[in-house]
């Protein structure tokens, strides 16, 4: 058990949230997983209302997976509205936490996605992925906002959270270069006073 869980099962029933997968400088996975959550696309409102009309037929196995899957999409989309408040009980608490640390928001965000939008998408995030780290950066901070993030379209959130994880990845390893460069320097001013040290007479 991870020290995180540890801490959600003590704040657990409290007004406070342990948002789990959070890093600095990304979009909150809290906000996505609500927005992704509640929404429901054109294809998935269609064949709950088939499915519903499928009266003494047998429904293919297949479609019912994914009319439980929507079904359980909603169940959890309330339980994150209240997650970290007064209403959400202890159990609640730790089904929501659980439920961030083992789901892909990814996989959720495709599942919703149609094909059309995903090749537009790809488009875009190629696109974005190769502006200066300065302009990305800008643009992800602005749209990252939680009034901003709301307002965005189902497939402009997709594409927002894809080039923050590039964004977040080109300043880890710019970061990881600025520290090799770093210890690098620190080992030559080493060098250097040693030698000084055992021939203090050198020129």
């Known amino acids: ?14 007004n406070c949230k342990v948002i789990h997968g959070q890093c600095i400088g990304q979009i909150n996975p809290y906000i996505e997983w609500i927005k992704w959550l509640s ?5 998935e409102i269609e064949l709950c209302h088939l499915v519903e009309e499928k009266t003494n037929v047998e429904i293919p196995d297949d479609e019912l997976e994914q009319v439980n899957k929507i079904k359980r999409n909603r169940v959890f989309a309330n339980l994150f509205k209240k997650y970290g408040t007064s209403e959400c009980s ?10 961030m640390c083992t789901e892909s928001i990814e996989q959720l965000m495709i599942s919703k996605l149609s094909t059309q939008e995903l090749s537009y998408a790809k488009e875009k995030i190629i696109y974005f992925s190769q502006l200066p780290s300065e302009e990305l950066s800008k643009k992800i901070d602005k749209e990252k906002k939680e009034d901003v993030y709301y307002q965005l379209s ?13 964004n977040f990845a080109r300043n880890k390893e710019r970061l990881s270069q600025e520290i090799d460069t770093q210890i690098n320097a620190s080992h030559q001013m080493r060098q250097k006073s040693l030698s000084y040290a055992s021939n203090p007479m050198r020129v």
Do not use: F, P
């Open 1 to 14: 058990m991870s020290i995180h869980h540890v801490i959600a099962q003590m704040l657990a029933g409290s």
């Open 39 to 43: 929404y429901e696309s054109k294809y």
């Open 90 to 99: 202890k159990e609640e608490y730790m089904m929501v936490y659980n439920y």
């Open 154 to 166: 189902m497939v402009d959130a997709y594409i927002l959270h894809m080039i923050s994880n590039i």
